[in-house]
Structures are given as C-alpha cells and as structure tokens.
Nanobody, 121 residues
C-alpha cells in the first residue's frame, strides 16, 4: 500500500500563499486519481481538490480560483498551490491517490501524517 508524506505547511497571514507537497512511497504515475484533503479542527476530513488522468481537476467550492492541484509524474510528487489564504483554510492537509470513486469520497483507510496550515493574523 502506498504511503504518503505531506509537507510545506506553516503559519501565514490572511492573503498569503503556501505550496504543499506530497511524497508517495512508491511510483504512482499509474494511479488514476490524486487528491488533497483538509481536516479543520473539530470537523471531518473533506476534499479540497482532486485530479484525474488527463489533468481534469475538481475543486471544493471554498477554494475555487485560489488553489491549484498538480501532479508531477516524473518527480513522483503531488502539489497544492494555495493563494489568497483565508482563516477558514486552517487545518491539517492530507494527500492520497487511487481510483476516482475513492479519491472523490476520500474513502481511504490509510492516511499520512498531514501538514498543518494555519491562517491567522
């Protein structure tokens, strides 16, 4: 089973930017869909963005126009570029990969450690 390690989180002021990275434990270029998820304090983990083969992307309503998901199959990395950050973007961010249905629902049994993003003035 592929393991993921997320990085790039931190504390930023509202309006700031961060770029999150996700390193899989093995090559995932053959995996159809990849996604980023957020778990805010006291809330369930929800999807932020996901991408399927052909670079078709889907974004949560709250992040559309501000976040960009990317995958680099040569470097075997996933990224989430976050712009114009808001306090409500605060949470622990996770990545994962698998079939479309699992990625869309975040239906995974195994998750990485995540990376904390805090947006606060």
């Amino acid at each position: 089973q592929v393991q993921f390690v997320e990085s790039g989180g931190g504390m930023v002021q509202p309006g700031g930017s961060l770029r999150l990275a996700c390193a899989p434990s093995e090559n995932i270029s053959h995996i159809y869909a990849v996604g980023w998820y957020r778990q805010a304090p006291g809330n369930q983990r929800t999807y932020v963005a996901f991408m399927i083969r052909g670079n078709l992307t889907f974004y949560g309503e709250s992040v559309k126009g501000r976040f960009t998901i990317a995958r680099d199959d040569v470097e075997n990395m996933l990224y989430l570029q976050m712009e114009s950050l808001k306090p409500e973007d605060t949470g622990v961010y996770y990545c994962n990969a698998g079939p479309f249905g699992k990625v869309a629902r975040g239906a995974f049994d195994s998750w990485g450690p995540g990376t904390q993003v805090t947006v606060s003035s």
